[in-house]
């Protein structure tokens, strides 16, 4: 592990990534130094990985974050792929994705070894509408993947091309507000509302059914024809 901290940091400042190697026969992980001078983390070398890391894990995401490293530990698991938020030094939340493989080596032991990247808030968050985007959506399915039932419902602005080439982009870009606005409107509390492809939104209820779909569905199409009456 010595040997794998020096390269770890002997190509961090090549690239704007963390780098990491979990040992999970040991129970020790090693970042790249890089690591320390953005993160509320006291130390880039340590071992009892599972409880050391609530100290630098935003609490609402530790327990998401160890759920797949347990899969992983237990081998259950070979990819690590999850978007979470760490606690940079000023204690703020930043959104980092971080991506990892096992490695098996001729003696058994096995690593996790991968990278941390800091998620821009563009990622997130759709400029136009300012409804959180596509990979904000999967983020929201996996930390409910265990719910069962639940409705989705998918919408699309008619003749939205044709809208932008004979009136221009920013007039669709305020067709596309005006429209997550007056769905917004009408949902109720337990409604998701996400801006997904071009001119689509989508919209999930955990607990909804073909009812409650309906009854969306009418109340957008009330208020999309109170609104173009206006």
């Known amino acids: 592990m010595d040997k794998m901290k020096d390269f770890l940091n002997l190509f961090a400042p090549c690239m ?10 040991q129970d020790r992980i090693i970042f790249s130094n890089n690591v320390l001078e ?17 100290s630098f894990i935003y609490v609402d995401d530790y327990e998401l974050l160890v759920n797949d490293l347990k899969s992983i ?34 003696d058994d032991a096995r690593y996790l070894i991968g990278c ?3 998620v821009s ?26 719910s ?35 769905i917004k409107s009408v949902l109720n509390d337990q409604q998701k509302l996400f801006k997904y492809e071009y001119d689509q939104f989508i919209i999930v209820d955990l607990f909804g059914d073909i009812d409650s779909v309906i009854l969306c569905f009418n109340k957008i199409k009330e208020a999309l024809a109170d609104l173009y009456k206006k």
């Open 121 to 146: 808030r563009k990622w997130y968050i759709d400029s136009t509408t300012g409804l959180v985007g596509e990979i904000g959506m999967k983020q929201f399915f996996y930390e409910n993947s265990s």
């Open 38 to 54: 953005k993160f509320n983390i006291s130390s880039s070398d340590f071992t009892d990985v599972i409880n050391n890391i609530s």
């Open 73 to 106: 530990i237990e081998g259950r698991s070979n990819i690590h792929n999850i978007i979470y938020r760490m606690v940079d030094k000023k204690y703020e939340p930043v959104w980092i994705n971080c991506i990892g493989r096992i490695v098996t080596l001729k």
């Open 16 to 25: 704007n990534d963390y780098l990491f190697v979990f040992d999970l026969k």
């Open 116 to 118: 941390i990247n800091e």
């Open 148 to 182: 069962n039932g639940g409705s989705l419902m998918m919408l699309g602005v008619d003749d939205f091309k044709s809208t932008i080439e004979k009136n221009g982009i920013d007039y669709g870009s305020f067709v596309l507000k005006r429209v997550a606005n007056v």
